[in-house]
């Protein structure tokens, strides 16, 4: 069973009641503490709980989902974490300011003072699954407490940095700390920052010198087998010039995790020395199903139009276009042409989630936004999920705006019809372009999650003024259609 612990003003005996009901469990502890410091109070409760899985919860929290309780305690019961909690970081700055930036978070909770049915999200919902991090919100959190190295430092008076401070000295002594997405929490108002609120920071920044802590996102990804009926041929193309090592490292991951057969891949250089050349046609030389293709110039909307009129297969019916920096982590292009083979003839677009070396998200899907500034809209170009940790999902998308150019796969049908990259762009966002062009087509553009790679180049693309200003003219045309696949933003 569980133990309950909160601090208020006075006792609120039907509160406690609702949390109780709502746990599904028989013989809950409850333990009342006033408000003069959470740290003294939760200490107290740690020596006097009946039940080694005491969850400390603030009280203006309610848990309107039933079951909750039995949930808490089977992760305790079937892993190894210590300390269990609904909102997480995993990042604590040198600055002491956890929830500062998105970016790092992980969770889900639900604020009233926005909306009572408004879902706060961190994160995607990885039911089942345990994120560890490093800190937690302490709206409510669950400790096993056997599994504590360290209790809560009376130094940190009333109501903040206490939960920092805890959840930081437990890490630094190995103690599992995650994030359970299996509870519902109902936060009914934002915690202030007063004068006792500044003193704790500084405090708790003068005694953590040991600070940033960072842990590392897991990937999430399945390497289940996938079969595709009646494969259609693909032809992949990888665009590079001067970066053999990055070209084999990526052809590599295709050999590697692709067991996709009818697969023509072909390598176009743009340029390199004739040393990388040479180490190019050595690395592929034993894989038939590749071809070098030297080019004159570095066009690539132009390039590909060439290489498809001279070098593709006729019986080709899927286009796949990757850089070279990209490192497949599964059989990508199985998992792409089992989703384009669900609806042939309504499927525009197709790409897959990208990370970057420190496994943060750096593409779920192209992203237009639209902010709002006193002299009218701006529009601007990003990632569905830039820089976050896990904001991204395990499963096919369907409906986005598009993908980039980084992995990319189109019917060669489609791609014709549409009129292929527009060669006006001389330097980039012509993929940007070519996707919205789909979802004019009547075409559903997809992001097939549970295909996973690297990209190990540039955090952000570079454009020339040139080509945005060809894109926002091709928006501004076609406003009205495109407008359900922009976000919007207030300025700041």
């Known amino acids: 069973m569980l133990t309950i612990v909160y601090c208020r003003a006075k006792r609120d005996p039907k509160k406690e009641k609702r949390w109780v009901e709502t746990s599904g469990l028989k013989g809950v502890e409850v333990l009342f503490s006033g408000l003069d410091s959470f740290a003294v109070a939760y200490n107290k409760a740690l020596k006097m709980a009946k039940h080694e899985v005491i969850v400390f919860i603030r009280e203006d929290v309610e848990l309107p989902a039933i079951g909750w309780g039995e949930k808490l305690l089977e992760r305790f019961n079937t892993s190894g974490f210590g300390i269990l909690g609904v909102v997480g970081s995993i990042i604590v700055p040198m600055s002491g300011l956890v929830w500062e930036k998105e970016e790092p978070l992980v969770g889900r909770i639900w604020y009233e003072e ?42 940190f008076i009333s109501d903040s940095f206490y939960d920092l401070d805890f959840f930081v000295s437990n890490y630094q002594k190995k103690v599992k700390i995650g994030v359970i997405f299996d509870i519902k929490v109902l936060k009914l108002q ?225 791609y014709n019809e549409l009129g292929g990259f527009n060669k006006e762009y001389m330097h980039s966002l012509e993929d940007f372009e070519l996707n919205i062009k789909a979802i004019l087509a009547g075409k559903t553009n997809i992001i097939v999650g549970t295909g996973v790679c690297y990209f190990l180049g540039l955090d952000m693309p570079k454009f020339l003024p040139a080509d945005f200003e060809r894109l926002i003219a091709f ?6 259609n495109i407008t359900p696949y922009v976000d919007l933003l207030s300025a700041a």
């Open 114 to 155: 926005f909306d009572k049915n408004h879902e706060q999200k961190f994160s995607e919902n990885f039911t089942g699954k345990i994120i560890p991090v490093v800190a937690l919100d302490d709206s409510l959190f669950a400790v096993y407490r056997a599994r504590l190295q360290e209790r809560f430092d009376e130094q």
């Open 190 to 414: 934002l915690n202030p920052q007063n004068d006792e609120w500044l003193l704790n920071r500084n405090a708790f920044i003068k005694k953590e010198t040991s600070l940033p802590l960072r842990l590392k996102p897991e990937i999430i990804l399945t390497n289940t087998l996938v079969k595709v009926e009646s494969a259609p041929k693909v032809a992949l193309f990888i665009a590079s010039k001067g970066k053999p090592v990055e070209l084999a490292s990526c052809l590599e991951s295709i050999y590697e995790h692709t067991l996709y057969k009818n697969l023509e891949i072909y390598v176009v250089d743009l340029g390199s020395k004739e040393d990388d050349l040479n180490s190019i046609r050595d690395f592929i030389q034993i894989h038939p199903n590749t071809t070098l293709l030297e080019m004159k110039h570095e066009h690539l909307p132009t390039i590909y139009e060439e290489i498809m009129e001279t070098a593709v297969s006729a019986d080709t019916e899927l286009f796949l276009f990757c850089n070279a920096e990209v490192i497949f982590l599964n059989d990508v292009i199985s998992r792409m042409v089992k989703t384009y083979q669900e609806d042939p003839e309504n499927c525009g677009t197709l790409g897959i989630r990208m990370h970057t070396r420190n496994n943060m998200i750096r593409h779920f899907g192209l992203q237009l936004i639209s902010t709002y500034t006193d002299e009218g809209y701006e529009l601007g170009l990003g990632y569905q999920g830039f820089q976050s940790a896990y904001k991204y999902q395990n499963k096919v998308v369907k409906g986005v705006l598009g993908s980039s150019r980084d992995v990319l796969m189109i019917s060669k049908k489609l």
């Open 475 to 480: 928006v501004n045309n076609h406003v009205d």
